[in-house]
């Protein structure tokens, strides 16, 4: 695949803190995994690249412009069913309301939650609700799906049931980009993987290189400490 | 002591006789308050969530001013609906001064401060934790305010009762815009300061049990209600 | 969301309900009067029995004759119904009234403790206030530019003392009705000038007790007039005559006359025809 996103000196300043300092980047792989220590700023840089937040400098360079959804560690469930969840991302695109209402239903059985469709969203379980957030983002078929650690708080048959969700999205040719905590995820997940370490890109690296032979001192640390 | 018993005892005489008159004024509150508490949500809930959620010049100042509006004087209200209504006043070609019309006018104008300034409080709260979500999905700041309203309308119920707590219990705009006219516009609070200047200070005061009883039954049904609807909604 | 909509319409419907039950059209006049006739109970006797005669209703505001007056000046009354004559006549010479018609009078007592510690006890009215003066015995005035108020201030002036400079902490100038004022009265244990009626009719009265009555001085007539429809040409000018014309007529005169408390009667009708 051809560079999708250049990433061109992007920082971030807050008060005094530099929480993303000068990144470059050029983003190419269908699946790129974000790794690195806590507080290194991976999710701000998720968030600059999805526009939700700007930068103090530097600029994203589009190849062409993509259709964006992200997915939150936790979950945002409106008070309302599962279906009408899904039904809102739809409809804010402004699509006529029978499509919202079958395409809804479609994502819903992806994710294997039509049963529980009629259901209060936010009285399903947290692996539950992760589900609705990614059928809400799959019904509008992005052209790039972001995901900020979708896993984290979920238990482990609840994160296999994510992650196969997370690969079917990407088979349909979305965009993958994600941060998460889980190395043995990334793996399976990533062909390429972004480490970043205090604001700064470390190293960017295909993914089988990396967990075998990183390229920086503060990589092999980090999978150090990270790997059992 | 005993003047607390005697009205209680009188309390109770009045609710179990179910005095035709005491029930029309009874009445008669709970539809003003009532009718005011729905234009004030109708008008306040935008407005707050519209604060909490807008990025505009002048939002700060605004948010203030809505605060502090909040203790806005009952007095004050009815002197400035009177004016506007008298007939020597701007609006005084509808005849509407004296009538339950002009008390819902005051408390609408009194109430609507308190409820535009606890929805803020309201959506403030909700904003912080979805609008990452909301704007991701492209809601504009609008839509995201419509979708917070309907999502916090659990908590905003607080905000309505509030407003009507406050309506229902105010004398000062009330018997200044409605006169106190028996049989039109006499409500509970007139009737109690009616009855403190008749001297007869227990039934005041057994008047002020019933519309404490009464407001304290709404609260009671409004929050078995939201009760039963944030369990069925989470 | 059918759940949504099911909301916002009952939410409106409940609104609408509210604000508008009750706007049925009906006939009435405005009466604009006094705290006296209203808290002495006056007005819920005459009520029904001229809405019977006429099938007008009254809807009656009653305010502090100053207020009174101002009201009806603002156009908010058809008619007006108080007792200050000086400010009656100067209402209609202001071109705000039609005609002053006297209607009924009842009298002012001055009330004050039992004990009586100024000793005005079955005084006149300008010895008994000269001595609550002379005392510097509490004494509790309305301060509302009311009726009573003018005429409490003509008395003080007729018996000689300069309120302006006698004025201390024993005369508490509360700004409020007949029924309020004689409620801070009892707790103050303080002499008052009141009209007989709202006494009478008064439970609240702790040791206070009738103190000077009777003296001629003491008269507190009540007048009619109709609001100016050249002034202000929404007032019902025929349905407000028609109550003045009641009011004034053998059987008006005859209603005021029957009302009485504990076999007392409050009013006296003394309409000239």
């Known amino acids: ?228 | ?234 | 969301m059918i759940t949504r909509r099911l909301f916002c319409s009952a939410l409106a419907s409940l609104g609408l309900l509210a604000a508008t039950a009750s706007q049925a059209q009906e006939r009435f006049v405005t009466v604009s009067s006094t705290t006296s006739t209203e808290q002495s109970g006056l007005f819920s006797h005459l009520l029904p029995i001229f809405e019977k005669a006429s099938g007008i209703k009254l809807r009656v505001v009653a305010l502090g004759t100053g207020q009174a007056l101002d009201m009806a000046r603002r156009g908010d009354a058809d008619v007006v119904f108080v007792h200050d004559k000086a400010a009656e006549e100067k209402f209609i010479a202001e071109g705000y009234g039609v005609k002053r018609q006297e209607v009924m009078y009842n009298d002012f007592i001055v009330i004050g403790p039992k004990a009586d510690p100024a000793k005005a006890l079955g005084r006149d009215i300008l010895e008994g206030l000269r001595r609550i003066e002379a005392t510097k015995a509490p004494f509790v005035s309305r301060g509302d530019k009311s009726g009573t108020h003018a005429a409490e201030l003509r008395y003080w002036k007729a018996a000689g003392v300069d309120l302006d400079k006698a004025k201390g902490p024993w005369y508490r100038d509360t700004g409020s009705g007949m029924g309020p004022a004689l409620n801070t009265a009892a707790s103050m244990n303080a002499y008052i000038l009141a009209d007989r009626g709202t006494w009478l009719s008064f439970k609240n009265r702790g040791d206070l007790g009738i103190i000077v009555e009777g003296d001629t001085k003491l008269f507190n007539q009540y007048g009619v007039i109709l609001v100016n429809p050249a002034k202000h040409p929404h007032v019902k000018q025929a349905d407000g005559q028609k109550f003045i014309d009641w009011v004034v007529s053998d059987a008006g005169q005859k209603a005021i006359a029957d009302y009485k408390i504990g076999g007392e009667q409050l009013f006296f009708p003394n309409a000239k025809r």
């Open chain 2, 1 to 234: 002591m005993t003047e607390f018993s005697d009205s209680f005892l009188t309390a109770w005489q009045l609710l179990a006789a179910s005095d035709a008159r005491l029930s029309a004024i009874v009445l008669l509150s709970l539809r003003v308050s009532l009718a005011a508490t729905v234009i004030a949500c109708v008008i306040g809930m935008p407005i707050g969530a519209l604060l909490a959620v807008g990025r505009f010049p002048g939002r700060r100042v605004l948010i203030v001013l809505f605060n502090g509006l909040m203790g806005l004087p009952p007095v004050v209200v009815g002197l400035l609906v009177y004016l506007l209504l008298s007939r020597a006043g701007p609006l005084g070609q509808f005849g509407l001064l004296f009538s339950p019309t002009a008390m819902v006018i005051a408390q609408a104008v009194l109430v609507t401060p308190i409820v535009a300034a606890l929805t803020r409080q309201v959506i403030a709260d909700e904003w912080s934790e979805y609008r990452e979500q909301l704007r991701s999905l492209g809601a504009s700041r609008a839509r995201a305010a419509a979708t917070l309203l309907w999502d916090g309308r659990f908590s905003l119920s607080t905000a309505a009762l509030a407003g009507f707590g406050r309506a229902i219990a105010e004398v000062g705009a009330v018997m200044i815009v409605g006169g106190n006219i028996d049989g039109v516009t006499r409500v509970m609070t007139t009737t109690i300061a009616l009855e403190t200047s008749k001297g007869d200070l227990p039934l005041a005061l057994a008047l002020g049990f019933i519309l404490i009883a009464v407001v304290l039954a709404i609260n009671a049904v409004a929050y078995a209600v939201r009760g039963w609807a944030e369990r069925r909604w989470g």
């Open chain 1, 1 to 228: 695949m051809n560079t999708w996103l250049t990433i061109e000196r992007l920082g971030l300043t807050e008060g005094s803190t530099r929480i993303i300092d000068d990144v470059s980047l050029s983003l190419a792989a269908q699946r790129t995994v974000v790794l690195g220590p806590n507080g290194a700023g991976k999710s701000t840089l998720l968030r600059l690249i999805h526009g939700l937040l700007h930068p103090s400098e530097g600029a994203l360079r589009w190849a062409q412009p993509l259709s964006q959804a992200m997915v939150f560690q936790r979950p945002i469930m409106l008070r309302t069913t599962a279906l009408a969840n899904v039904v809102y991302g739809l409809k804010l695109k402004g699509h006529a309301k029978e499509v919202c209402q079958r395409r809804a239903l479609d994502s819903l059985a992806h994710v294997g939650l039509e049963h529980l469709a009629q259901r209060p969203a936010r009285l399903l379980s947290g692996g539950e609700q992760q589900r609705v957030a990614l059928a809400r983002v799959w019904a509008l078929e992005p052209e790039l799906l972001i995901l900020d650690e979708p896993t984290a708080s979920l238990d482990p048959a609840s994160s296999r049931e994510v992650e196969r969700i997370i690969n079917e999205i990407a088979a349909s040719g979305t965009r993958i980009l994600m941060t998460t905590h889980n190395l043995g995820q990334a793996r399976r997940i990533a062909e390429e993987i972004v480490f970043i370490d205090r604001g700064r890109i470390a190293e960017q690296t295909p993914v089988a290189e990396f967990f075998t032979q990183p390229r920086t001192l503060a990589a092999q640390d980090f999978l150090q400490e990270e790997m059992p």
